[in-house]
């Protein structure tokens, strides 16, 4: 099916895409436009990676706030707006060497889907966590992941039963806001997240009301607006409410088994291990939606995949300490592997669906080179 993709957001329409214009006039037209999709997607790791480095707990920037040098915010800054440039410059570069496709449209989504989570975990290391004077709690962190991921749903199960992108109004505002604040970080330091700056709020507590404002009275009341429209105009992809809700059902489903292990986990695991508990989210989301991808590109059958279940220690009441701190331990070691498989796996699946579409379309994924029929 041919890609449809509508934008409306004012930022971008007047200012960011005749920037866009301008770059992609200077990328040569024998680069793939896969290539700068995974070059974008390289850069938000080395990003993650590096803040990872500096900051694995998130407390670094509220205990010693010289902890991540200026250089690193700078960088970070520089990787985002890079990453950001790559990602809206892609579909024009498959535009002008005519190479669009739908294994570029899955390799584009598919990408941003595991970014999304990426970009704001990198982002919890400017105002650090809630350490009794600064930061935020890690549950919070959690909260603020879930509402960006289902953000990030929304707009593509809106697709899927429209068969148009209507691109939401708050990536690029997102992006921009990023850039800004990690530019402000390097410029005066982490100190600046942790002063009240308007009636006693902070920047984060900001951050925080327009982040559930767009999402609540922007993003999600727009969705269901077109989705309405297209109903009336009886131009859905789906016939029945059933087909229309199916997407929905395993990231809610996901949402529901992670919040679970949160709440009663007996170890405490997401204050113990706050990034590793929250990067196994953010794979975990973008194999669900992936899945979803497959389908609206309608070019194979899905098949289901086992859900990974971990078992989690029985209830601690009444126990010795001892055993305690070895069941902490054992769920730990426990959501450690499940990170570890759920990344492999899902790195896996990417490379499996890539292969098939691939030789499927007799293309290249980052070659412009046609494949040699055999």
Sequence with gaps: SQYSAVDTNPLSVYVMQPLWDKIIKIVPLWIAPNVLTFSGFVMILVNYFL?????????????????????????????????????????????????????????????????????????????????????????????????????????????YNTGVLFLPWGYDLSQVVLIA?????????????????????????????LLIGFSLFLSFPQTLYNIHRAHL???????????????????????????????????????????LFLWMVGVAFSNVVVSIFVVTVAVFALETSPVLNSHRCSPLQGRPLRERARCTRREEAALALLALAATAAHLHYGVCVGRQLSEHFNIYIFSLKKRVQE
């Excluded at 695991?269 to 706050?274: K, N, S, T, V, Y």
């Design 233 to 275: 105009k009886k131009t859905l992809k789906n016939g029945s409410l059933y087909e229309g809700l199916l997407p929905l059902v395993s990231p809610l489903l996901l949402f529901i088994l992670l919040t679970v292990w949160v709440v009663l986990s007996p170890g405490n695991i997401l204050a113990r291990q706050p990034r």
């Design 51 to 159: 803040l990872s480095f500096y900051d694995w707990d998130y407390t670094a920037s509220g205990s010693s706030p010289g902890l991540v040098p200026s250089w690193v915010w700078l960088f970070s800054a520089f990787t985002t707006f890079c990453a950001y440039a790559l990602d809206s410059i892609d579909g024009k570069q498959a535009r002008r060497t005519q190479s669009s496709s739908p294994l570029g449209e899955l390799f584009d989504h598919g990408l941003d889907s595991w970014a999304t989570s990426i970009f704001v975990l990198s982002f919890f290391s400017v105002f650090s966590r809630d350490n009794g004077r600064t930061g935020v709690s890690v549950y919070t962190m959690y909260l603020y992941l879930s509402i960006v991921l289902f953000n990030f749903l929304c707009s593509h199960w809106e697709k």
């Design 181 to 209: 604040a990690y530019l402000l970080t390097g410029a005066v330091g982490v100190e600046v997240w942790h002063k009240p700056v308007l009636f006693g709020y902070y920047i984060t507590d900001v951050l925080v009301i």
